[in-house]
């Protein structure tokens, strides 16, 4: 069973701090993995992808990757209080292709002006 | 030009009733998804579809019948509407399939099912 692992929170968060989601994933053969963001009411909407190990930057948000220990991260620096939302973590499968990318349950940040 | 579309977006019917549920995506892309998220925003895929032919089929109850009648929509028809069937349905795009496995999902703004 392909798992998906995320702490659910809430993770609180001073306005301007840096907020650091984690998450691990089971299957040693995902390729892919993606940071969605999700606010209250509304679709998931993509943040960041990274696809080998180490780190990824794009504006304030920072994806790692750690493969051997199947471990993935994001950073969001500068945090503002806009940034409070569900953050999803999602991975594809080795061979995934069109089988979809599993999902973990999400951690709800909140980031306190 | 909204890249996928998805209606309705709020639905509230009866047990045992039949519902649809559509969508469609101009992004060009060649698989097309359904997710549910249930009440504890947990995001599990249904169905995945490539090219029209049905690729994912997860343990869904056989109430939940898609249909794609070309690569460009997918549709959800549901017999015999549960209380647990109430949740938020997501349709989603990517060009994942074959060998493309890194292409992420595009995400319809969600139909809300309300089962009484």
């Known amino acids: 069973q392909k798992e998906v692992e995320q702490n659910s929170g809430p993770l609180s968060v001073p306005e301007g701090a840096i907020a650091s989601l984690n998450c691990t994933y089971s299957d040693r053969g995902s390729q892919s993995f993606f940071w969605y963001r999700q606010y209250s009411g509304k679709s998931p909407e993509l943040i960041m992808s990274?696809?080998?190990?180490g780190d990824k930057e794009d504006g304030r948000f920072t994806a790692q990757l750690n493969k051997a220990s199947q471990y993935v991260s994001l950073l969001i620096r500068d945090s503002q209080p806009s940034d409070s939302a569900t953050y999803l973590c999602?991975?594809?499968?080795?061979?995934?292709?069109?089988?979809?990318?599993?999902f973990g349950k999400g951690t709800h940040l909140i980031i306190q002006p | 030009d909204t890249a996928v579309s998805q209606t309705p977006k709020y639905l509230v019917t009866q047990m045992g009733n039949d519902k649809s549920i559509k969508c469609e995506q101009n992004l060009g892309h060649d698989t097309m998804y359904w997710y549910k998220q249930d009440s504890k925003k947990f995001l599990k895929i249904m169905f995945s579809?490539?090219?029209?032919?049905?690729?994912i089929n997860e343990t869904v109850p056989n109430r939940f019948s898609p249909k794609s009648p070309d690569k460009a929509h997918l549709n959800l028809h549901i017999n015999s509407l549960e209380l647990g069937d109430s949740a938020v349905y997501f349709c989603?795009?990517?060009?994942?399939?074959?060998?493309?496995?890194?292409?992420?999902?595009?995400f319809g703004n969600g139909t809300r099912l309300t089962v009484t």
């Open positions: 989603a795009s990517s060009q994942a399939g074959g060998i493309v496995y890194n292409s992420p999902l595009h």
């Open positions: 579809y490539n090219n029209k032919e049905l690729i």
């Open positions: 990274i696809y080998s190990n």
């Open positions: 999602a991975v594809n499968e080795e061979g995934g292709g069109a089988d979809g990318l599993t």
